[in-house]
């Protein structure tokens, strides 16, 4: 669990350790309660469990996951409103998802062979629209086409704004830049440069 994993500073005990604490922390979004305590105590509660062996890694992820699954089947209100870390709300709908996404993410970010051509193709489209749409308005990203030559999303600011930039590449290798997973180099830019994005 001491090996590096893909994330700057953390190990591959971090990571998992990072992805247990994040279904309990939606179990909290979806009780009410918030996401987390602190940030403080988040990163605690990492470094905590960082460094455990390797089974009793899997036991937890296994143990909180089916807490999370637990929590989700109970009947709710899907169309509210909650509120996740640093303020930021969405539809408790959206929340499944989410965890969806820290999944598939972290599991690249464990660098264990697993890579972001290997995502589920209906993930990938789907991270992508979240992620166009969230960066979509950012007053420091000019217009920008994402493209893999069949179907086209729209990000950044409004076209008229500026220079729409035209950013052509495989669902992989979009995904990997809007994710910051990738720096972008494999990816093709037309009108310009590749925008820099702010951080997620």
Not at 23 to 52: C, F, H, K, Q
Not at 124 to 148: K, M, N, Q, W
Not at 169 to 186: E, F, I, Q, Y
């Amino acid at each position: 669990m001491t090996q590096p994993s893909r994330l700057p500073g953390w190990t591959r005990g971090h990571v998992l350790a990072h992805l247990a604490r994040n279904a309990d922390a939606l179990v909290n979004v979806l009780e009410g309660r918030p996401m987390y305590v602190s940030g403080e105590a988040r990163d605690t509660d990492i470094e905590r469990d960082a460094p455990r062996a390797l089974d009793v890694q899997l036991a937890d992820l296994r143990e909180s996951a089916a807490r999370f699954q637990e929590t989700g089947a109970a009947p709710a209100d899907w169309s509210r409103t909650v509120e996740l870390r640093g303020g930021v709300t969405d539809s408790a709908s959206r929340v499944p998802f989410r965890r969806w996404v820290e999944v598939e993410l972290h599991h690249v970010d464990l660098g264990i062979g697993y890579e972001l051509e290997d995502l589920p193709a209906e993930f990938t489209e789907r991270e992508i629209v979240f992620l166009a749409d969230r960066f979509a308005g950012h007053p420091d990203v000019p217009p920008t086409l994402l493209t893999d030559g069949t179907r086209a999303w729209s990000t950044g600011k409004e076209p008229g704004d500026g220079p729409e930039v035209t950013v052509t590449g495989s669902p992989a290798d979009l995904l990997g830049w809007l994710a910051g997973r990738r720096a972008g180099s494999a990816l093709e830019v037309a009108d310009g440069r590749l925008p820099a994005l702010p951080p997620l």
